[in-house]
């Protein structure tokens, strides 16, 4: 990113968004990176923040045009779990927005990059579970992995018909302590943390023990964003979206890791729908493509990431949003 370029994040509020907006502004200035979402965030920033619907075609063009916009990242969308309770709703949310932004980026000539994830919902029950590889079966069962492997072939559409260019990850689930769970299957490893750091020290997971699944740190997650975008052209091989990969485990490994740090911590298993969402995603990702094709590699392991979350999750929730 060049000293001229401006971003635009939409779904700022998110999960990933709160976290990749911090670190942008760091790195390149507050002035630099528009975040934007639906609502205003509930604590303080500092920096540029509009008001704007990724649905809302004309008031993207707008912004981007006037603001000359040269980045941006999309990552407004309903999760996994949250998609299945309203299927309509959530496949224009994440298609529709998704179009409105390739097509700002072919008719707008500032637009020079986007960035959209995808995520290992794209894969399903035909897929093999270990070491999924970059190009296998893609039968996703869920309203968000559906959506998410039609944006893929639409990303890959525009940057060969268009031109555009656009880059997408395949993230595995994601655990950060600077939001709270949004939605998703896999954000029973970022709940997880509050219920063991809330007074009564339990937590019902809707997992079973040994449900493992693809993980990442959001550190991770961020650093491989914005290495992604930084790339040369010519470096990016894949144009529908790169597999990338960092952690395995299940409910009872991150919980045995708690436990190490916190022994009063009890967690009951009570699995619900979103068992059978995680069972039909893999249980970890050959991500061989992307540390070969950008040099992608990982940084945190679980003990290193359980430390992290319990040491910053009483700094960033003084009062725990699970108390009163």
Known sequence: MSGKDKVLILGANGQIGTELTQFLRARHGVNAVIASDLRVPDRPQ????????????????????????????????????????????????????????????????????????????????????????????????????????????????????????????????????????????TDYAVDIFHHALAPARRYECFLQPDACLPMMYMEDAIRATVQLMDAPAEQIKIRSSYNIGALSFTPAEIAAQIQSFIPNFVVNYSTDFRQAIADSWPSSIDDSAARQDWGWQPEYDLVRMTEEMLQNIPLQFPASPLEG
């Open 46 to 185: 500092e920096g540029p923040f509009r008001i704007l619907d990724v649905l809302d075609r004309e008031a993207i063009y707008e912004l981007v045009e006037y603001e000359r916009i040269t980045q941006v990242y999309l990552l407004a969308a309903l999760l996994s779990a949250t998609s299945e309770k309203n299927p309509e709703f959530a496949w224009r949310l994440n298609m529709d927005g998704l179009f409105n932004v390739l097509n700002c980026a072919r008719d707008c000539p500032s637009l020079e990059k986007v960035f959209w994830p995808s995520s290992i919902a794209v894969f399903g029950p035909g897929t093999p579970r270990e070491a999924t590889p970059q190009d296998t079966v893609m039968d996703p069962n869920t309203v968000y992995g559906i959506s998410k492997l039609a944006g893929e072939r639409w990303c890959e559409y525009y940057f060969q018909r268009y031109e555009v260019d656009v880059r997408s990850l395949r993230y595995p689930g994601l655990i950060g302590y600077k939001s709270l769970p949004g939605g998703g299957t």
